[in-house]
Nanobody, 122 residues
């Protein structure tokens, strides 16, 4: 069993930045993949960024978000910049066995955190 706990959410003005963190506990068998998803008022849960066991990254859009992992600390990060009100939502950390394809599809992840709220004001 793997437990994921997100932190780092909060309120920020448009154009600002936030760094989300996800602490993982338990054993995640290798190879694995981890990702950040978000749920906004406009869309169902959507994948934002993913990283696999080998460090390969995947993004729904390039440029504003950066996903990274500290394997020693068992932490996943999402650095977000140039935030807009459309980025407002609950951000979730997810993890699961590495598969081919579908890195940003929620059905491909077994473990989920409770989410952290991000609010961007104009």
């Amino acid at each position: 069993q793997v437990t994921l706990v997100e932190s780092g959410g909060g309120s920020v003005q448009a154009g600002g930045s936030l760094r989300l963190s996800c602490a993982a506990s338990g054993y995640l068998s290798e190879p694995y993949q981890m990702a950040w998803f978000r749920q906004t008022t406009r869309k169902d849960r959507e994948g934002v960024a993913a990283i696999d066991h080998f460090g390969t990254t995947y993004y729904s859009e390039e440029g504003r978000f950066t996903i990274s992992e500290d394997k020693t600390a068992k932490r996943l990060y999402l650095q977000m910049s140039s935030l807009t009100p459309e980025d407002t939502g609950v951000y979730y950390c997810a993890a699961g066995p590495r598969i081919f394809g579908g890195k940003l599809e929620s059905r491909n992840y077994k473990f989920w955190g409770q989410g952290t709220q991000v609010t961007v004001s104009s």
